[in-house]
Every structure is written in structure tokens, then in C-alpha cells.
């Protein structure tokens, strides 16, 4: 059986959009589902005892640097057990939420996430998937506006997950016929992706 690691990010809850599409669409996979809800349980931002922590090789490091570190682990195994990452996030000011970028940078682990070669990083995580459920209040796909979905391509490639589908709920905030347009839309195009 297939694992999905689902990491919500919208501050909307039920009545978020992204949080709606992501749901539905993992309700109907067979899968073991391992859920983050990130503006409920959020992970918290580095600060530069937890960086220092990251970089002291775990047998020299004080109790304290492993507790730093040991929510970051865990994180990171969530991820390396999952076999398709489903991420739902809503365009905040024209990008991720921040408690999706606190997750990032608690998942970007150098020499377990990635690594620098002699050629540059190279992403450790493989043979996985990605699905983006993104939704906004206006149209800003391909716009040369949109720094949430190039950056979060970006970063999960550089972390070596470069399958990855984005599904765009966009306009909701532009009236009721196109929001439920976008929904509409984003149902379709989510209902032919597998886990
Ligand atoms: C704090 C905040 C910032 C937002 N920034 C943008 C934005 O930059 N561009 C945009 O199109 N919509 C923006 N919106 C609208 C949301 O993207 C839109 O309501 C979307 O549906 C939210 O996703 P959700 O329904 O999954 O919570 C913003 C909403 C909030 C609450």
C-alpha cells in the first residue's frame, strides 16, 4: 500500500479551498495517509541554535541540540516514507504560507535531504511524487507574478522530488461562478491523478 504525506497549510481550515480539493482527492486513494496540518500544529521557525544543532554530528551533539533536532527528524522521515507528497497551499502575498516555509527548512537537511557535490546539490530523496493543490483569490498562473509555484518546484527538486503535479484553483475571490469554476476545474484535473 502506497503512503501519502499530506501537509496543510491554509489558516482556513475547513473552509479552505486547497484544504478541501487535497482532502477529497486523498479520501478517494487507497492509501496509508500521514496528515500535517500546519497552521494548527505548527512546526516552529529556525532560529540559529537549531541551525547549529543541523550541523554538530549527532554523537557530539548536547541534549539540547537533539531535542533541537529531533522534530526535524522526524519530519524528514515522514517524508522519506511517503511515497506521493501531497501539498495544499493557499497563495498568501504572493507566496507559500509561511508555515509552509518553516516546514521547508525543517525538511531541507544537508546529507539527508541533499547534498553539495563537486557538479552541485544533489537532492537525496527519490522515486517520488508531488501534487500541489494551490488555490487563489486571483489569476496569477504563468503571470511572472507567481513566486509560490516555481519556488516550491525549486525547492522540492533541489530535495530530488521533480515529479510534481500543480493543481490551480484560481479566481475564487472573483465572484461565485468563478470560484466554483476553479473548483470545478481542479476536480477534474485532480480526479485523473493517482497515488
Ligand atoms: C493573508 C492572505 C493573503 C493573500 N494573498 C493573496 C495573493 O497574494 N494573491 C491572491 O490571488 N490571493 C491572495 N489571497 C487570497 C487567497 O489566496 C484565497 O482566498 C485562497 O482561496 C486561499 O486558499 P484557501 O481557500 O485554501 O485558504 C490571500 C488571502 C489571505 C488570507
Given at each position: 500500500m502506497k503512503t501519502i504525506l499530506a501537509?496543510?497549510?491554509?489558516?482556513?481550515?475547513?473552509?479552505?479551498?486547497?484544504?478541501?480539493?487535497?482532502?477529497?482527492?486523498i479520501?478517494?486513494q487507497d492509501a496509508r495517509v500521514i496528515e500535517r496540518?500546519?497552521?494548527?500544529?505548527?512546526?516552529?521557525?529556525?532560529?540559529?541554535?537549531?541551525?547549529?544543532?543541523?550541523?554538530?554530528?549527532?554523537?557530539?551533539?548536547?541534549?539540547?541540540?537533539?531535542?533541537?533536532?529531533?522534530?526535524?527528524?522526524?519530519?524528514?522521515e515522514e517524508l522519506q516514507s511517503a511515497d506521493t507528497l501531497v501539498?495544499?497551499?493557499?497563495?498568501?502575498?504572493?507566496?507559500?504560507?509561511?508555515?509552509?516555509?518553516?516546514?521547508?527548512?525543517?525538511?531541507?537537511?544537508?546529507?539527508?535531504?541533499?547534498?553539495?557535490?563537486?557538479?552541485?546539490?544533489?537532492?537525496?530523496l527519490?522515486g517520488k511524487k508531488a501534487?500541489?493543490?494551490?488555490?487563489?483569490?486571483?489569476?496569477?498562473?504563468?503571470?511572472?507574478?507567481?513566486?509560490?509555484?516555481?519556488?516550491?518546484?525549486?525547492?522540492?527538486?533541489?530535495?530530488?522530488?521533480?515529479?510534481?503535479?500543480?493543481?490551480?484553483?484560481?479566481?475564487?475571490?472573483?465572484?461565485?461562478?468563478?470560484?466554483?469554476?476553479?473548483?470545478?476545474?481542479?476536480?477534474?484535473?485532480?480526479?485523473?491523478?493517482?497515488a
Amino acid at each position: 500500500m502506497k503512503t501519502i504525506l499530506a501537509i496543510y497549510s491554509s489558516v482556513s481550515g475547513d473552509n479552505s479551498v486547497s484544504n478541501q480539493l487535497a482532502r477529497q482527492w486523498i479520501g478517494q486513494q487507497d492509501a496509508r495517509v500521514i496528515e500535517r496540518d500546519l497552521a494548527t500544529d505548527p512546526v516552529p521557525h529556525l532560529d540559529g541554535a537549531t541551525v547549529g544543532a543541523f550541523f554538530t554530528p549527532a554523537d557530539q551533539r548536547s541534549d539540547d541540540q537533539t531535542d533541537r533536532v529531533a522534530l526535524s527528524d522526524t519530519l524528514v522521515e515522514e517524508l522519506q516514507s511517503a511515497d506521493t507528497l501531497v501539498i495544499s497551499a493557499p497563495m498568501y502575498n504572493f507566496n507559500i504560507p509561511s508555515s509552509l516555509k518553516a516546514w521547508f527548512d525543517q525538511v531541507a537537511r544537508a546529507g539527508v535531504t541533499f547534498r553539495y557535490t563537486e557538479n552541485g546539490p544533489q537532492g537525496l530523496l527519490s522515486g517520488k511524487k508531488a501534487i500541489v493543490v494551490t488555490s487563489r483569490g486571483g489569476m496569477y498562473k504563468d503571470s511572472g507574478f507567481d513566486f509560490q509555484v516555481p519556488f516550491i518546484k525549486q525547492f522540492l527538486g533541489f530535495i530530488g522530488i521533480t515529479d510534481v503535479e500543480v493543481i490551480y484553483a484560481e479566481g475564487v475571490a472573483m465572484g461565485d461562478e468563478a470560484r466554483a469554476a476553479a473548483v470545478n476545474d481542479a476536480e477534474k484535473t485532480l480526479e485523473a491523478l493517482s497515488a
